[in-house]
């Protein structure tokens, strides 16, 4: 902008302008009419900010479906493709067992192939259920979270205390598999990390949020590292994003050889019962 002329800044000196209103008032309107631009301006930018994170949201959680989806889909597939193939083939290895002679190397071996077919058939069958349990899309969270109790304290040992109050109520499904997901980390991590033959579960509904507890007495650790941005696995950094999406929050009361509790929370406005009472 150029400077004004001198005889302009003579008139300014008299603190009024051409017309005639003091020339105070002017530059305050001026004032007023640019804080009023920059409001809007930041108005429609926290709009712009906002409508990004729902469209963020709306995003994030459609991944999520999609990468459920997929999961019952190789579940299905394992139970189904394999698992059957598996069945058979065991089968065919005890009936051709029982036409050679039962003491023979022969008899033996085949026997041997069909306990080891076996295993396989377990094995295909657990990691199916592991994928996507048909009993949590079947009978719902509580029955799932007793089904995962079970099936760790069969594979690792875990001892695993439910307190669930649900009443085998349904839930909108995205919920119940946010919860079920979180809830099967934390036990992972049990398991993984805690050096712990023992952890409780509890589950319960407010008349505001529902609340999941998961605790164990193993060693501990520091929160803040392992939720740090350089820490090795997302397992934590992804059940606070996860519940994040969905208004939640996670808490981790732990330290160094002093047990570890994550406690969540979900809204109940995104729980809302999806389903008629099971
Ligand atoms: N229950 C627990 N007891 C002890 N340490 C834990 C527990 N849960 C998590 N941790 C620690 O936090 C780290 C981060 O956990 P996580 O994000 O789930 O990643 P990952 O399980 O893949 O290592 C773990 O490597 C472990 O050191
Ligand atoms: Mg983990």
Redesign the pocket.
């Known amino acids: 902008m150029n400077p004004p002329p001198d005889d302009a800044v003579e008139m300014e000196s008299s603190a009024t302008v051409s017309s005639g209103e003091p020339k105070e008032y002017s530059s305050m309107r001026e004032i007023v009419d640019s804080v009023g631009r920059i409001t809007l301006e930041n108005e429609q930018l926290f709009q712009r900010l906002i409508d990004g994170e729902r469209r963020f949201r709306g995003l994030a959680k459609a991944v999520r479906k999609v990468q459920e989806e997929e999961r019952r889909r190789l579940a299905r597939d394992l139970h189904d493709g394999i698992g059957q193939t598996l069945v058979a083939l065991r089968n065919q290895l005890e009936r051709l067992a029982q036409r050679v002679s039962s003491d023979s190397e022969v008899s033996e071996r085949l026997h041997d192939s069909a306990a080891l077919t076996l295993l396989a058939l377990n094995d295909t069958r657990e990691m199916s259920r592991l994928l996507r349990p048909p009993v949590l899309d079947d009978l719902g969270l509580e029955a799932a979270l007793r089904w995962l109790a079970r099936s760790l304290k069969e594979r690792t040992g875990l001892e695993v205390e439910l307190d669930c109050d649900l009443d085998d109520k349904r839930f909108d499904p995205d919920i119940e598999t946010l919860i079920f997901r979180v809830v099967q980390?934390?036990l992972?991590?049990?398991v993984?990390?805690?050096?712990?033959t023992n952890a409780r579960v509890t589950v319960e509904r407010t008349e505001v949020d529902m609340r999941v507890q998961v605790s164990?007495t193993?060693?501990?650790?520091d929160?803040r590292?392992?939720?740090g941005t350089t820490?090795?696995?997302?397992?934590?950094?992804?059940?606070r994003d996860r519940l994040e999406l969905f208004g939640g929050q996670m808490e981790l009361l732990?330290a160094p050889e002093a047990?570890?509790t994550?406690k969540m929370r979900v809204p109940y406005s995104q729980v809302q019962q999806a389903r008629a009472d099971a």
């Open positions: 980390e934390a992972t991590n049990v993984k990390h805690a050096d712990s164990d193993g060693i501990g650790f929160p590292a392992a939720l820490a090795d696995g997302c397992g934590l950094r992804g059940i732990t047990g570890c994550m």
